[in-house]
C-alpha cells in the first residue's frame, strides 16, 4: 500500500473491476488501503447508503477509483450477517515514486 494526499470527501471515484493483476506492484492501480463494512442481514456493496460511507473515506485516502475486493452473507437458521471489503485505489503517478523523508 502507497500513501496519497487527500482529496475532497466528495471526490469523482471511478467504479472498477478487482483485478489483481491491475494492482500488482508495477500494474495499473496502486492500492491505497481498504474500507469494510459489515451489517446485520443482507447487504448489496453497491447500495447507495454504503457509497456514502465508502466515498469520503477512499477520498480522505486520496483515492481515484474503488473495487469490491470480497462481498460474502453467511446466513444460519438464527441470522444472517454480511460485510464487504472496498479497495481504494490510484493511479500511479507517472515518473515513479519521489523519495520521501521521514
Given amino acids: 500500500m502507497v500513501f496519497a494526499s487527500p482529496l475532497d470527501a466528495n471526490c469523482p471515484l471511478e467504479f472498477i473491476q478487482a483485478d489483481m493483476q491491475k494492482m500488482r506492484p508495477g500494474g495499473e492501480w496502486e492500492i491505497l488501503g481498504y474500507v469494510t463494512?459489515?451489517?446485520?442481514?443482507?447487504?448489496?456493496?453497491?447500495?447507495?447508503?454504503?457509497?456514502?460511507?465508502?466515498?469520503?473515506?477512499?477520498?480522505?485516502?486520496?483515492?481515484?477509483?474503488?473495487?469490491?475486493?470480497?462481498?460474502?452473507?453467511?446466513?444460519?437458521?438464527i441470522s444472517t450477517g454480511s460485510g464487504t471489503v472496498?479497495?481504494?485505489?490510484?493511479?500511479?503517478?507517472?515518473?515513479?515514486?519521489?523519495p520521501q523523508s521521514f
Fill in 37 to 77: 463494512i459489515g451489517k446485520v442481514g443482507k447487504m448489496d456493496p453497491l447500495d447507495e447508503k454504503f457509497r456514502e460511507i465508502v466515498r469520503p473515506r477512499a477520498c480522505k485516502m486520496g483515492g481515484e477509483a474503488i473495487a469490491v475486493m470480497t462481498s460474502a452473507t453467511n446466513s444460519t437458521p
Fill in 86 to 98: 472496498y479497495g481504494v485505489l490510484r493511479r500511479p503517478p507517472s515518473g515513479g515514486q519521489a
